[in-house]
């Protein structure tokens, strides 16, 4: 019995996260700094990388590339193109939490590097992240996404980091007024995917947001009319996930896009989420399949 | 490219040689082209193989030329007028061929405009700005 009792309040220890290390890792998004980005993806498709300059200030975090400008933080998304500018402004309430499967951990430093502290997030039994931050400005000079299978799936490195001037990142005297999605509803998406739950949901451009998290990675089900091309996706090779053939899936370095269709909606998963996390996920939102022929004379017919 | 329209005038043989032998190699690289396929050559088969039925007297407001027509001439008009309507239906994007356009970027910057209010390891935000 007390063996019982210990077993069980050793595991509910056990799997709360380390408000120490949360509030570290939590810094590290406050982080100012000035560096290049060097991110790839073992996907699943090839390997993707690219780098980029990178800037983050007052919880803002901007990158700069050839086409413009991106600047994303505190609810708002800023892109700055020859097209114009593109503003953006969520403004959710929702109390975070951590997913209870995983565990935070202070990580050994193996490397013996002794510029940076380590914090590891397991899954189980194995290690799903781990994170070097950086002593001086906490800002995070690697972080490593794992697989279930143990591959890595996803590096990522602050190279050429230095702290920033102290001036303003972005001149927000020139920004348009600021565009707001209101909270909608989704037709057939799940309050819950995987171990993910949904946060919240709002319109969007084409149908309606759901947002889901687990604390540590997160993603978006953006519920679209059938007809739609999913953002170009549509054009990418078919894959099978989890079994089920119908998917277009992209990787680009920091995120996976997936698009597909059922009889009667369209589906863009946007998110950071391992190869086996999705999985788990599609496994629990609408699968793709195609009307059948009579539905899809009907629908030609009378809309 | 998917070969979209090119499918139903594939099934038809009504392909130039150099446009067969494209979808035909689109087709054995792309699932989603191969189900487009089948379904529409088993359409032209379960056309094929209706039975012809004859209409009831009065059941229907045929025009008086049709209804003047003898029965065996009826039921090729009502099996042409069929075939029309599926050609027609399958071959102008009753799945779909005509889509509308999603911006993909749209769809990104909202996703990461959320995600960077998740107030919890704002560590990862990096990456996610590193999607585009």
């Not at chain 2, 910057?109 to 935000?125: I, T």
Request: charged share 20%; glycine share 10%; hydrophobic share 40%.
């Amino acid at each position: 019995m007390i063996l019982t009792v210990t077993l069980i309040l050793m595991t509910l220890v056990g799997s709360l996260p380390a408000p120490e290390l949360i509030d570290d890792l939590d810094q590290a998004g406050e982080a100012e700094f000035v560096g290049r980005q060097l991110v790839v993806c073992w996907a699943p498709d090839g390997v993707v990388a690219h780098i980029t300059d990178i800037e983050q200030s007052d919880g803002m975090t901007m990158v700069t590339g050839p086409d413009g400008s991106f600047a994303i933080g505190e609810g708002k998304s800023i892109a700055s193109s020859a097209d114009g500018i593109r503003y953006l402004e969520m403004s959710p309430s929702m109390d975070w939490r951590l997913w209870d499967g995983y565990v935070v951990r202070e990580g050994a430093n193996q490397t013996g590097a002794s510029h940076g502290r380590i914090v590891e997030i397991l899954e189980g039994s194995f290690i799903r992240a781990s994170f070097v931050l950086d002593a001086t400005t906490a800002a995070p000079l690697i972080t490593e996404i794992y697989g279930r299978d143990g591959a890595l799936y996803r590096y990522s490195s602050l190279i050429a980091l230095s702290e920033r001037e102290d001036e303003p990142m972005l001149d927000m005297s020139d920004m348009p007024e600021p565009e707001q999605r209101s909270p909608a509803v989704a037709a057939t998406v799940p309050a819950a995917a995987g171990h993910y739950w949904a946060a919240d949901s709002y319109v969007a451009p084409g149908g309606v947001q759901v947002f889901f998290t687990d604390g540590l990675f997160r993603f978006s089900v953006f519920e679209v009319s059938r007809k739609s091309d999913g953002g170009g996706l549509s054009n990418a090779d078919s894959v099978e996930i989890g079994g089920r053939g119908g998917y277009h899936r992209m990787h680009t370095p920091g995120a996976v896009s997936v698009f597909w269709r059922t009889p009667d909606r369209a589906y863009v998963l946007v998110g950071d989420l391992p190869p086996d996390h999705l999985e788990q996920v599609l496994a629990d939102l609408p699968v793709p399949s195609r009307p059948n022929l009579l539905k899809r004379a009907w629908r030609w017919a009378f809309g | 490219m998917h070969p979209g329209d090119l499918l139903s005038a594939y099934v038809d043989s009504q392909l130039p040689p150099a446009d067969r032998l494209s979808v035909e190699s689109h087709v054995e690289e792309c699932g989603d082209c191969r189900d487009e396929l089948a379904s529409i050559t088993s359409a032209r088969q379960s056309l094929r193989d209706l039975p012809l039925l004859e209409p009831l007297a009065g059941s229907l407001r045929l025009p008086a030329e049709v209804v003047e027509l003898r029965p065996g001439h009826r039921r090729v008009l009502v099996a042409a007028a069929a075939t029309v309507a599926m050609v027609v239906g399958i071959g102008f994007g009753v799945d779909g061929n005509q889509t509308v356009p999603l911006q993909l970027d749209a769809v990104v910057e909202q996703h990461v405009a959320r995600a960077s209010v998740d107030p919890g390891l704002n560590v990862m935000q990096v990456q996610a700005v590193a999607n585009r």
